[in-house]
Nanobody, 123 residues
Framework: QVQLVESGGGLVQAGGSLRLSCVAS????????MGWFRQAPGTERGFVAA????????YYADSVKGRFTISRESAKNMVYLQMNSLKPEDTAVYYC????????????????WGQGTQVTVSS
C-alpha cells in the first residue's frame, strides 16, 4: 500500500509559478513510476506528466510541455511538479499517483492517488 499527500497548490496570477509536492509513504515507493494528473470541476481527470522510478525518463501532456517539469527525490519519498508560465486553463485540482504502465496517459492505469491540491490561476 502507498499513501500519497499533495501540497503546494494555491492561488497565483497568470504567468506565475507554483511548485507542487507529493510525499509518499511505503517502502516500495521508489520502484513506482509516478504521474501527475489534474481535474477541473465537471471534467474528467486528465494526464499532466509522468516520471520513471529512476527519475531518468519523463513525458508530458502537450498542453504543459515546456512549462511544467516533473521530478522526484526518491530518497525523500517526494515527487514534484514545477509549474511555470501558468495559465487560467491550468486551474484544477492536481493529483499525484502511482503509474502502473509506463507510457500510459490514462488515469485508470494508476493504483494509488493522493487527495489532491487546488491550483487556481487568475487572469
Amino acid at each position: 500500500q502507498v499513501q500519497l499527500v499533495e501540497s503546494g497548490g494555491g492561488l497565483v496570477q497568470a504567468g506565475g509559478s507554483l511548485r507542487l509536492s507529493c510525499v509518499a509513504s511505503g517502502r516500495t515507493f521508489s520502484r513506482y513510476n509516478m504521474g501527475w494528473f489534474r481535474q477541473a470541476p465537471g471534467t474528467e481527470r486528465g494526464f499532466v506528466a509522468a516520471i520513471s522510478w529512476t527519475g531518468g525518463n519523463t513525458y508530458y501532456a502537450d498542453s504543459v510541455k515546456g512549462r511544467f517539469t516533473i521530478s522526484r527525490e526518491s530518497a525523500k519519498n517526494m515527487v514534484y511538479l514545477q509549474m511555470n508560465s501558468l495559465k487560467p486553463e491550468d486551474t484544477a485540482v492536481y493529483y499525484c499517483a502511482t503509474l502502473r504502465q509506463w507510457g500510459s496517459r490514462a488515469p485508470t492505469d494508476n493504483d494509488y492517488w493522493g487527495q489532491g491540491t487546488q491550483v487556481t490561476v487568475s487572469s
